[in-house]
């Protein structure tokens, strides 16, 4: 008995615990216990990496705006030690310049910014003075004549700079076109083909780059955009797509012909771009940092931003294991795999609910189809585990091409599921169809659907994802309720069934 208290007091003093910690944080960081009361901020961050040589090093990043169509530059900084940092400021354009007397060897340079969404959507740019010098294409007979036909049929069909643009771009995404085809082989980036055309058509144009804003992403890179002069305003333009204007979620990082990164003393420069959507509080948004405190300090936003988009997922790990074993131990359903459920709930989040369950089903029966012939072979389990996986892999493989080809693309994103765990799940199938039936197996497979589709709804809730992520102390209160349902001993309500009868009694 004494046993009990003490681990029902240990149980209490977990989940107190939790639940203080978070009001604490709440109190001394302004973070508040509820989504939506709160204003989104964008985290991104550049790395530059490249190799130095040796010598004195000097490197220089186009940096953007203070006041953004869109977006507002709320904080940024720049972690790079050992380097000297300044921010060099010519009208409106911004450049941060990293310098160093001796370097060598590989080197990773870090600017961080917090963009702030405005309701301010008009550019600053749109009266720039225009510069009429044309650029040169190095284009000789062929393409000259390809050029001048695009340009002469797409004049046919437009009216003004912005139609003909658009007109333009067809053309030039017209895989029938013999004209389109030679001008793309001659010129490999599209903004750039787009703007010789243009200018050609007495159209000025400026090269602009920008950021799609997309939630928990790492290793992007800049999307290159064209803007053209329609009369009296600078107009944006998608090369790829024809889309005019500033598309949603898009940051426009640098404008000009001046080149993004300039890196000298060094080798294989490059860049690239993470970035997380995060919430503020307005009051704190207005005013500068928020005060220093020791959740600051600790928290997981303190971590670089790849590393934040790890976490954001890890931390709904202990909610997908609370349902999992909620569904096992009280409501007494069977899965194929202890935490098998908890993967696919991780891999519905990467993808989505709908294209999940199919591409899961589709690997698994396809899966288990082959597994019956490998179990003709008599192999060892090792190779025949083995085996599975390489199948697997091919299998993952035509599901992804058979969609990509058939025109969608979640067929794609079947590649986010645990393959290794795919493979255990069909050998414990295909051996539970053998022993048991294929009833076991049917019961088994759509318990762990269900428990996955249970443990997704809740790990997408946006509540459960601000809590987890912003509170991660709230986890002993999960840490606590696995605790107390492991000690759990009564009837599964799946079992209350068989004990019906007695009732009468």
Same mark, same amino acid.
């Given at each position: 008995?004494?046993?009990?208290?003490?681990?029902?007091?240990?149980?209490?003093?977990?989940?107190?615990?939790?639940?203080?910690?978070?009001?604490?944080?709440?109190?001394?960081?302004?973070?508040?216990?509820? $989504?939506?009361?709160?204003?989104?901020?964008?985290?991104?961050?550049?790395?530059?990496?490249?190799?130095?040589?040796?010598?004195?090093?000097?490197?220089?990043?186009?940096? $953007?705006?203070?006041?953004?169509?869109?977006?507002?530059?709320?904080?940024?900084?720049?972690?790079?030690?050992?380097?000297?940092?300044?921010?060099?400021?010519?009208?409106?354009?911004?450049?941060?310049?990293?310098?160093?007397?001796?370097?060598?060897?590989?080197?990773?340079?870090?600017?961080?910014?917090?963009?702030?969404?405005?309701?301010?959507?008009?550019?600053?740019?749109?009266?720039?003075?225009?510069?009429?010098?044309?650029?040169?294409?190095?284009?000789?007979?062929? &393409?000259?004549?390809?050029?001048?036909? !695009?340009?002469?049929?797409?004049?046919?069909?437009?009216?003004?700079?912005?139609?003909?643009?658009?007109?333009?771009?067809?053309?030039?995404?017209?895989?029938?076109?013999?004209?389109? @085809?030679?001008?793309?082989?001659?010129?490999?980036?599209?903004?750039?083909?787009?703007?010789?055309?243009?200018?050609?058509?007495? /159209? #000025?144009?400026?090269?602009?780059?920008?950021?799609?804003?997309?939630?928990?992403?790492?290793?992007?890179?800049?999307? #290159?955009?064209?803007?053209?002069?329609?009369?009296? %305003?600078?107009?944006?333009?998608? #090369? &790829?797509?024809?889309?005019?204007?500033?598309?949603?979620?898009? !940051?426009?990082?640098?404008?000009?012909?001046?080149? !993004?990164?300039?890196?000298?003393?060094?080798?294989?420069?490059?860049?690239?771009?993470?970035?997380?959507?995060?919430?503020?509080?307005?009051?704190?948004?207005?005013? @500068?940092?928020?005060?220093?405190?020791?959740?600051?300090?600790?928290?997981?936003?303190?971590?670089?931003?790849?590393?934040?988009? +790890?976490?954001?997922?890890?931390?709904?790990?202990?909610?997908?294991?609370?349902?999992?074993?909620?569904?096992?131990?009280?409501?007494?359903?069977?899965?194929?795999?202890?935490?098998?459920?908890?993967?696919?709930?991780?891999?519905?989040?990467?993808?989505?609910?709908?294209?999940?369950?199919?591409?899961?089903?589709?690997?698994?029966?396809?899966?288990?189809?082959?597994?019956?012939?490998?179990?003709?072979?008599?192999?060892?389990?090792?190779?025949?585990?083995? %085996?599975?996986? !390489?199948?697997?892999?091919?299998?993952?493989?035509?599901?992804?091409?058979?969609?990509?080809? +058939?025109?969608?693309? %979640?067929?794609? %994103?079947?590649?986010?599921?645990?393959? /290794?765990?795919?493979?255990?799940?069909?050998?414990?199938?295909? /051996?539970?169809?053998?022993?048991?039936? $294929?009833?076991?197996?049917?019961?088994?497979?759509?318990?762990?659907?269900?428990?996955?589709?249970?443990?997704?709804?809740?790990? &997408?809730? $946006?509540?459960?994802?601000?809590?987890?992520?912003?509170?991660?102390?709230?986890?002993?209160?999960?840490?606590?309720? /696995?605790?107390?349902?492991?000690?759990?001993?009564?009837?599964?309500?799946?079992?209350?069934?068989?004990?019906?009868? +007695?009732?009468?009694?």
């Amino acid at each position: 008995m004494s046993q009990n208290r003490t681990f029902y007091a240990i149980l209490f003093a977990l989940a107190l615990t939790g639940v203080a910690l978070a009001i604490l944080r709440h109190l001394t960081t302004g973070i508040p216990l509820l $989504p939506g009361q709160e204003q989104s901020v964008w985290l991104v961050e550049a790395r530059i990496d490249f190799d130095a040589e040796g010598g004195p090093v000097t490197a220089s990043f186009a940096l $953007p705006e203070m006041e953004l169509p869109g977006f507002d530059l709320f904080e940024e900084q720049s972690a790079s030690p050992g380097y000297g940092f300044a921010i060099l400021t010519s009208g409106r354009a911004r450049r941060a310049e990293w310098t160093k007397r001796d370097a060598l060897g590989e080197q990773s340079l870090y600017y961080s910014a917090q963009l702030v969404e405005s309701l301010r959507d008009e550019d600053t740019h749109v009266n720039d003075p225009v510069d009429r010098g044309r650029r040169q294409s190095d284009w000789e007979g062929p &393409q000259e004549l390809a050029a001048t036909e !695009v340009l002469d049929d797409a004049r046919e069909r437009s009216s003004s700079a912005r139609s003909l643009s658009r007109e333009v771009i067809k053309q030039l995404n017209s895989e029938a076109s013999q004209n389109a @085809a030679l001008l793309r082989s001659s010129t490999a980036e599209r903004a750039e083909l787009l703007m010789l055309l243009l200018e050609r058509a007495d /159209i #000025p144009t400026r090269l602009a780059k920008g950021l799609y804003l997309e939630d928990a992403r790492r290793r992007q890179s800049l999307t #290159p955009m064209v803007e053209f002069f329609a009369g009296d %305003t600078w107009v944006l333009v998608n #090369p &790829q797509t024809g889309e005019v204007g500033l598309p949603p979620n898009f !940051v426009l990082w640098h404008r000009g012909g001046v080149s !993004v990164l300039d890196v000298t003393g060094a080798t294989n420069s490059q860049v690239q771009f993470s970035m997380i959507r995060q919430t503020v509080p307005a009051v704190q948004l207005a005013q @500068a940092k928020g005060r220093s405190s020791l959740f600051r300090e600790l928290g997981v936003q303190r971590l670089p931003i790849e590393e934040q988009s +790890m976490f954001k997922l890890l931390l709904l790990l202990p909610l997908g294991a609370t349902v999992v074993v909620f569904m096992r131990v009280i409501i007494g359903v069977q899965t194929s795999g202890t935490f098998m459920p908890v993967l696919i709930a991780l891999a519905f989040l990467q993808t989505s609910l709908l294209a999940g369950l199919v591409s899961f089903v589709l690997v698994v029966a396809a899966g288990l189809a082959l597994r019956s012939y490998l179990s003709r072979l008599n192999l060892l389990l090792v190779a025949r585990i083995a %085996t599975l996986i !390489v199948l697997v892999v091919f299998l993952i493989s035509a599901f992804s091409i058979i969609g990509y080809q +058939m025109g969608y693309s %979640t067929g794609m %994103t079947i590649t986010f599921f645990p393959m /290794i765990i795919i493979a255990w799940t069909i050998e414990r199938m295909s /051996i539970l169809w053998e022993e048991d039936g $294929p009833t076991e197996v049917m019961k088994q497979g759509g318990g762990s659907l269900l428990v996955a589709v249970l443990a997704y709804l809740l790990m &997408q809730n $946006p509540l459960m994802v601000h809590l987890s992520f912003n509170f991660p102390e709230i986890n002993l209160v999960l840490l606590a309720s /696995i605790l107390a349902m492991g000690h759990y001993t009564g009837y599964k309500l799946s079992e209350l069934h068989r004990f019906r009868a +007695m009732s009468d009694f």
